[in-house]
Structure formats: structure tokens, C-alpha cells
């Protein structure tokens, strides 16, 4: 319910922001190139997670069939940061097609498809602006979940019964 609230609170400021926002956009070469910059790095960032996250270390010890168990919940995860890094390429996309037709209709300065085009990017850039707040809690999650991991496996290892108080994520 939560995840659910926090999307439609992203999507409503990405809304509010494209309409309100957009007429400060129009022939702002320096905006767009600063949100260019901004995304592209959010990109290869998010892939470096992307590329945390899949790495098979994350698999806890134990038979065939631990690992299959917990593979639903690592696509999951995948999932998510996968969307959140089309939403970003999209971003990307629809400000190279912004600047694009900033050019080529320059004698229409007032074109509903360049406004269009300028909503649209501006709704993807803040939304997915927004949805990147949730990344560091994730991490957080992840990183515990690796530590727990390596717990119980030395704990194993030192022939310690396993920890039941403390579940792994």
C-alpha cells in the first residue's frame, strides 16, 4: 500500500510540475542540458546497481533449492530498477526529440507539439526524479541483506547454530 501511495504521489508531482514548469522550459537550452547531464549519470548509475543486484553472490548458501527460492525475489528488484532506468532513457529520449523540434519548428514558436514534447519530458524527468528516492532505502535493504548473509555463513562455518532472531531479507 505504501509502494502504492508513494507511485501516485510521484506520478501527481510529475503532472503538476510538466504543466506549471513547462512554460520555463520553452527555449531553455541550459535546463535541458543540465536535466540531460543529470539523467545520464542517474543511468549508469542505476545500471551499476542493476549489475549489484544480479551478481550471484547475492545467492544465499545452501542447496539448489535456497538459491531457486530466493531468485523471485531478486527479479523483483531487477524489475523495478529496470523500469526506473527506461524511465530515465525516456526522459533522455523525449528532451533530444524537445531540442530537435525546437529547431525545425522555429517559425511556430508556439507549436502544441513542442508543448507537448516539453510536457511530456518534464512529467518523465520528475517523475523518475521522484521515484529515485526510494533508491537508497533499497540499497540499504540490500546491503543488509548481504551482511546477514555473511553472517549466517560464518556462523555455519564455525559450526554456530544459525541465528533465528534475526531473519534474512
Known sequence: ??????????????????YYAQPYMHHNADAV?????????????LIAIITII??????????W?????GRDKMEDRLL?????????????????AGSILDKALTGHPESILKIWIERSYLFMG????LLTFALPGTLLAMQKA?????????RRAAGIAPDTTNSLS
Not at 65 to 69: G, I, P
Open 1 to 18: 500500500m505504501t509502494r502504492l501511495l508513494f507511485l501516485v504521489l510521484c506520478i501527481m508531482g510529475g503532472l503538476a510540475g510538466a
Open 33 to 45: 542540458l543540465i536535466i540531460i547531464t543529470v539523467f545520464t549519470v542517474f543511468a549508469g548509475f
Open 146 to 154: 548481504r551482511y546477514d548473509a555473511e553472517t549466517e555463513r560464518r
Open 126 to 129: 520528475i517523475t523518475s526524479f
Open 80 to 96: 523495478l530498477h529496470i523500469i526506473l532506468f527506461v524511465l530515465y532513457l525516456i526522459t533522455i529520449g523525449l528532451l533530444f
Open 65 to 69: 533449492r535456497v538459491a531457486e527460492s
Open 54 to 63: 544480479g551478481d550471484p553472490i547475492m545467492i544465499p548458501e545452501g542447496s
